[in-house]
């Protein structure tokens, strides 16, 4: 499978999710695609929501996101 056609960067997402919400908010993105905005949440330690139509892109969304969760800080 492919990317998705509009995946955007986990810098901007990141970006979105800082300056709209706080830590523990709930963060909901009704168009979740290939999961940077549950990922940018995730990171924040916000709380998410992530729906997706596409069963690919969601089963997509939900590996990338695991691997996410997965691995630990880095720095």
Do not use: M
């Not at 709209?20 to 905005?37: A, K, M, Q, T």
């Amino acid at each position: 499978r492919t990317e998705h056609p509009t995946q955007k960067s986990l810098g901007l997402c990141g970006y979105i999710v800082k300056t709209l919400s706080n830590e523990g908010d709930l963060v909901l993105d009704c168009f979740s695609g290939s999961g940077s905005i549950p990922i940018a949440a995730f990171r924040l330690k916000r709380n998410f929501i992530g729906i997706e139509k596409d069963v690919g892109f969601w089963r997509d969304s939900v590996k990338r996101l695991e691997v996410y969760q997965n691995q630990g800080e880095l720095f």
